[in-house]
């Protein structure tokens, strides 16, 4: 009696052991999130690029068309947050709003961009691991507003990270004492 009093209690703790092990398998499966801006466009407020031909005004209203993704393919649980430091040279209002498909929100606020995503997969059927086949992989288009802060230039270069640089060319600006029409 007392040896199967022995057997029970050893096969009771090796049966705890083994049913720790799918969760500990799968605790560390889902890797920190990132999003890199792939293409930046800037345009006046009617949508036309600004080019050498098409120039702004010095602190004029422009949109920035960006085109963001995942750095890479990653499992992302449901109100992860995700910051993109915005350039410092674009003033941007706060601004908020819904990402395409269900992905999630975002926000601008203090000069970044906050993605707040859903979660991007299922789970299993016993709901103790993701179905990584499942997963999808977030990319999209958001269309922001800002402000040139720039006073005395004939063009500056915006930096969105990764070396993507676009350029927003101004207005040349007439001295009033060399302009023979007044």
Do not use: C
């Amino acid at each position: 009696m007392n040896r199967l009093k022995k057997i029970w209690s050893l096969s009771a703790i090796v049966g705890m052991l083994i049913s720790s092990f799918p969760l500990s398998i799968f605790a560390e499966t889902i890797e920190s999130a990132e999003v890199v801006i792939n293409q930046a466009l800037i345009t006046d407020t009617t949508d036309q690029e600004i080019t050498e031909t098409n120039r702004v005004k010095h602190k004029a209203a422009v949109k920035l068309k960006l085109d963001w993704s995942l750095a890479k393919a990653t499992l992302i649980e449901e109100n992860t947050i995700v910051t993109v430091n915005l350039p410092a040279n674009l003033n941007f209002p706060d601004q908020s709003g819904s990402l395409a498909d269900g992905m999630g929100n975002y926000q601008v606020t203090n000069q970044q961009l906050l993605f707040q995503f859903a979660k991007n997969y299922e789970e299993t059927e016993d709901g103790r691991a993701p179905e990584f086949t499942s997963a999808k992989f977030y990319e999209g288009l958001l269309e922001l507003t800002a402000e040139t802060t720039a006073e005395d230039l004939d063009t500056e270069t915006v930096g969105f990270g990764d070396n993507l640089v676009s350029t927003i060319y101004y207005d040349k600006k007439v001295d009033p004492a060399a302009d023979p029409l007044e």
